[in-house]
């Protein structure tokens, strides 16, 4: 067996890289895998969507070459055509919303829908043996929701965890081999797995930091999907609970940051499919971290988790529980390294005061929303500005700043004096511009009375809101910023100059400083003053 998963492997590398390498050099996808680029992003340049695509291709190739030169092995997998259309049709949906955003809501009635129909067709959760269980636990008709609830979080749990160059990749890789092991044992999809690590080998060596490609969306459905749905045939529907569990160990970092996103987006009031740059690895590069040792660091601390994997799974799920706990232990302990865990402790100061911001944030999304529709009505920037500047009076900002490509408007607050922290968002794709905010000056943060703080009204101060606060003002500043930048973006589908005079620009007679500039304006955040210490 050992030649056919060399040949697997070398095959799904040698496909991924010679498929990318044609693609970059002739140019294909570079404009057309192009989205216009979201609020939570930070691409530089243009970076093509297309390693999904490569994937999905390598994994089509290796599983045709299975089906010619090994028919009886592909024949004795059960649902095999079941997984593979499944698995592609999810690529599919990701791969359309690189193209162009789908929105929340429309993704995840797909990927259910996806998941039901997979399920319909005999691969099932049906049967849970849990390791502290004397009898094996009869889901019933629970079995369908567990297996599609299973089934989409996965592919979403790898979508998430797609925020650095190299992460999701890695991770998968890892999960892949995982696969690859425990298919060994039934021969279900071994060669299939290690084909597809293979062609994740190879789609690394473009995706590492710097990357020249990107997962995209269409990836990450993709893979995650395929590991759930391999998870439930190698434990033989749910049969053997170490099989079924051990990828949730390789993945024990996307799922702590995906519960403590919900909880801390549901505490504030946020909604919970919004992206936004709060992540455990945008938290690391914070505070100064580069990209390839949040990676590196990151890659380590998976292979533990993978070793806690294989233990799950040679022990059939009875080591499971003292897994579980050593992986808290492991989790506690890297973030007590980089100061995570100090406010975690400390559980009613941090829900009193996400509860605090969350009636502000409540407020500040009906504005932003209001704005976003008044864009609608308007024919350009000069005409949306009044209603920039009355969403930012009424959620008590000192001062708002808007820069475009011809002239910067300026509006201060008339009473008072100046602000006391101020943030700057440089919104994606440069033309849409840059915005700058200041907060409100307050005597009481910073001191020991801070606490006067939390109920509004003593310090006698205007707004209701406290946007003094770090936290708050950096929230609500950075949801004005993006209501903006939609705005944008609806202006620029519409072919509307993104100009205060409304005039077509006319070409310069040298565009080496505007490109210059153009490649340096990513999304980015500059938030001075009291926001460096949120």
């Not at 990701?94 to 067709?121: E, M, P």
């Not at 299939?192 to 473009?206: D, K, N, S, T, V």
């Not at 759930?228 to 940051?257: C, E, K, M, Q, R």
Request: hydrophobic fraction near 50%; charge should be positive.
């Amino acid at each position: 067996m050992a030649l056919p998963i060399f040949i697997a492997g070398s095959s799904g590398l040698i496909l991924t890289l010679l498929l990318i390498l044609l693609c970059m050099r002739s140019g294909c996808g570079i404009d057309w895998l192009q989205r216009p680029a979201d609020w939570h992003h930070a691409h530089r340049g243009k970076v093509p969507r297309l390693g999904g695509l490569v994937l999905a291709a390598a994994f089509a190739a290796v599983e045709f070459g299975i089906a010619t030169f090994y028919p009886e092995l592909r024949a004795s997998t059960p649902a095999r055509n079941v997984i593979v259309f499944g698995s592609l049709a999810m690529f599919a949906l990701g791969f359309w919303d690189d193209i162009r955003s789908l929105g929340a809501s429309t993704k995840l009635l797909c990927q259910i829908l996806i998941a039901a129909t997979v399920c319909s067709c005999g691969v099932r959760i049906e049967i849970l043996s849990l390791p502290l269980t004397t009898a094996p636990l009869q889901l019933g008709a629970w079995g369908p929701i567990v297996t599609v609830i299973w089934l989409v979080g996965l592919a979403n749990l790898i979508n998430l965890s797609d925020g650095l160059d190299g992460l999701a990749g890695g991770i998968c890789f890892m999960l892949v081999v995982l696969m690859a092991v425990v298919g060994h044992q039934g021969g279900h999809f071994e060669l299939l797995a290690w084909g597809m690590a293979g062609a994740l080998a190879g789609f690394l060596w473009f995706n590492f930091p710097p990357a020249r490609v990107y997962l995209g969306d269409g990836g990450a459905y993709f893979l995650g999907f395929q590991v759930g749905l391999y998870s439930i045939v190698n434990s033989h529907n749910g049969a053997d609970f170490g099989a079924l569990a051990a990828p949730l160990f390789v993945l024990a970092l996307p799922v702590t940051d995906a519960l403590l996103t919900i909880l801390r987006r549901g505490l504030r009031g946020l909604p919970l499919f919004r992206p936004d740059r709060k992540h455990l690895h945008h938290r690391l590069l914070a505070v100064g971290v580069s990209p390839r040792k949040v990676l590196l660091l990151v890659y380590t601390l998976n292979l533990a988790f993978l070793l806690m994997a294989l233990a799950a799974f040679w022990s059939h799920g009875k080591r499971v529980p003292g897994l579980l706990v050593l992986a808290a232990l492991l989790l506690f302990a890297c973030a007590g390294t980089f100061g995570f865990s100090r406010r975690w402790f400390a559980i009613h100061r941090v829900v009193r005061s996400s509860l605090r911001m969350r009636r502000e944030i409540r407020y500040a999304l009906s504005l932003t929303h209001w704005l976003e529709l008044e864009s609608r009505r308007h024919p350009g920037p000069a005409e949306l500005w009044p209603g920039f500047v009355f969403a930012a009076n009424k959620l008590g900002f000192a001062s708002l700043k808007l820069t475009l490509e011809d002239e910067h408007r300026f509006w201060q607050r008339p009473t008072g004096p100046s602000g006391s922290a101020r943030c700057r968002y440089d919104c994606p794709n440069g033309s849409y511009g840059s915005i700058e905010f200041t907060s409100p000056p307050c005597s009481l943060i910073g001191s020991r009375r801070a606490r006067s703080c939390e109920r509004d009204g003593e310090c006698g101060g205007q707004f209701r809101g406290c946007l003094a606060e770090p936290r708050l003002f950096e929230t609500i500043s950075e949801l004005l910023a993006e209501a903006w930048s939609r705005s944008a973006a609806g202006w620029s589908e519409r072919r509307v100059p993104l100009r205060f005079d409304d005039r077509e620009p006319q070409p310069p007679a040298s565009k080496v400083a505007g490109s210059a500039q153009t490649a340096a304006m990513a999304k980015g955040v500059e938030c001075l003053g009291q926001i460096g210490e949120a």
